[in-house]
């Protein structure tokens, strides 16, 4: 069993029973989508919420062209798109009391980009732990499909 | 949308050390005179560095750091990061209110009201100063925020300054500035982080090309 480390605006993919994990999302967002009957899964590590407007960029780094690759390179490990399930984590606006910037609400922003466009592909939203102003440590555990939750102050979970 | 692209950061690297080095400079006499001790400073480094590259950088993504972030408006708008690790803080705020840090640091990441308002107020001399340094250096009026605190992990933290980067390339601009006293020496990471307008008119301040 191996542990893969996903970066910052990156993506892998993995089979049971290896580990994906991702460290310290902020006001990113950790989309991992998993196929339970082939026990395949991805994640994706997005830092804004669209391509459009940043053509020729690294599509790892926004949530419609990174779920879109996730969706292909799953495929190609034998798990088709109406197969998956999704949970996303992340999202928070880490300096909460701070308001007169909009960029500073991102955190939201690639929150719904990522929701609208897993429900424009038809793919159900296991679980969705995203928003507060708490940075999140992430691992899906492909064997089982669990995405397990490591935070500073709010403890541990599985969700 | 090209303004800030890598390239551009990297051409540009000789003129943000210049602003991270009068900027820390001048935060420097005022921590001195906070803190009532002789403070020096080393000669910031300044780096373009990859998003990946710069957590490791610190201590990996998980670290437990605080970083403070003020808005700045005016004539130039983006934000001023600045990431302490824990160590630091704690020695700044032991520093500050005159007691062993071990009378300071509690078994958790807590800080109670007193030490956060002491950290606080230590930051915003740090960014006040080292913004003033920057207006007078470029003639522009830059007025800070009232800084924000947040505990927590350094890849999270740092997420303010890597998305913003992250709308032109996938480097992000830093500066890391060194204060030392006689009993030790404290570390603070700045992140200068302009939004693409203001990038050119920083640059163009300077009388150079963008």
């Known amino acids: 069993m191996g542990t893969i480390v996903v970066g910052m605006a990156d993506l892998k993919v993995a089979k049971a029973p290896d580990i994906l994990t991702t460290l310290g999302l902020g006001s990113c967002i950790g989309i991992t989508l998993y196929a339970p009957a082939k026990k395949v899964g991805g994640m994706a590590h997005i830092m804004l919420p669209t391509y459009k407007g940043f053509e020729g960029q690294n599509i790892a780094k926004f949530a419609d062209s990174a779920i879109i690759e996730l969706v292909n390179q799953i495929a190609r490990l034998g798990a088709p798109r109406a197969s998956l399930v999704a949970k996303i984590a992340g999202g928070a606006h880490m300096f909460g009391r701070s308001q007169n910037n909009d960029m500073l609400k991102i955190g939201e922003r690639n929150a719904a980009a990522s929701l609208a466009i897993l429900k424009q592909l038809g793919i159900p939203i296991k679980a969705n732990d995203t928003g507060g102003t708490h940075g999140r440590t992430i691992e899906l555990h492909v064997e089982t499909g669990a995405l397990k939750i490591r935070t500073v102050g709010a403890g541990e979970k599985f969700i | ?210």
Do not use: C
């Open chain 2, 1 to 210: 949308m090209t303004d800030t692209s890598d390239n551009n950061l990297t051409k540009h690297l000789d003129v943000f050390k210049e602003i991270g080095n009068i900027g820390a400079g001048n935060a420097a006499s005022a921590l001195a005179g906070l803190l009532n001790k002789r403070i020096s400073m080393t000669v910031p480094d300044a780096a373009v560095v990859p998003f990946n590259t710069i957590v490791d950088m610190m201590q990996g993504p998980e670290t437990l750091v605080a970083g403070v972030l003020v808005d700045v408006s005016g004539e130039l708008h983006g934000f001023n990061l600045l990431v302490l690790e824990m160590k630091d803080a704690l020695a700044m705020i032991s520093q500050a209110l005159g007691k062993p840090v071990s009378e300071v640091a509690s078994p958790g990441f807590e800080l109670s009201e007193l030490q956060r308002d002491t950290l606080m107020e230590i930051v915003n001399i740090i960014v006040g100063s080292f913004l003033s340094a920057i207006s007078s250096f470029t003639g522009l009026s830059v007025v800070p925020s009232v800084p924000n605190l947040s505990i927590d992990m350094l890849g999270a933290i740092i997420s303010i300054a890597t998305i913003q980067y992250g709308q032109v390339g996938d480097t992000v601009l830093f500066l890391k500035t060194q204060f030392n006293d006689l009993e030790g020496e404290i570390s603070g990471h700045f992140f200068l982080i302009p939004d693409y307008n203001s990038y050119k008119i920083l640059i163009n301040s300077l009388g150079l090309e963008g």
